[in-house]
C-alpha cells in the first residue's frame, strides 16, 4: 500500500546491489538489506530506499511512460543505434517536471505533439514514404 503523504516517483534511476547478506541500510527508515532502489520524485528530490519502503512511494502517471521510453533508449543502444526524437523529448520533458523546470501540464502537451509526430510519421512510413 503506497503512502499518500510520500512524493510521487517519476523514475526509477539505478538498483544498487551491496552484496550478500544484510550489507547496507534502507536510506529511508534503516532497516539492514541487500538492494537500494535510487529515484527521481516528482518534488524534485532523488531518493533511496530499499523494496519495502519503496513500495510505499505511489509512482507517478509519467514513471510508466520513462520506464518504456528506457527499455526502448536500452533497445537502440543494443542495436547502435539513438533513441527517437520523440521519446528523448518526452523523457527531455518529464525530466524537467521532475526538477521543477516544467509543469505537468507542459509535460503533457509535449507528449501529446510527440505522440503525433510518432503516428504521423509511421504513418507516412506505412503509405512507402520516405526510406532511411
Known sequence: MT????????????????????????????????????????DGTTRGAMSGCFKLFPAHRFCLRVDEIKRREIEAERQGRRLASWDQAILDAIRAFASGERSEAEVDRVIKIEDA????????????????
Open 3 to 42: 503512502d499518500p503523504h510520500l512524493p510521487r516517483v517519476i523514475e526509477v534511476l539505478e538498483v544498487i546491489d551491496c552484496g550478500p547478506g544484510p550489507s547496507a541500510s534502507c536510506p529511508h527508515c534503516g532497516a539492514d538489506g541487500r538492494y537500494i532502489t535510487r529515484f527521481r520524485c516528482d
Open 117 to 132: 509526430r510518432k503516428k504521423s510519421w509511421c504513418k507516412s512510413r506505412a503509405r512507402g514514404g520516405r526510406r532511411r
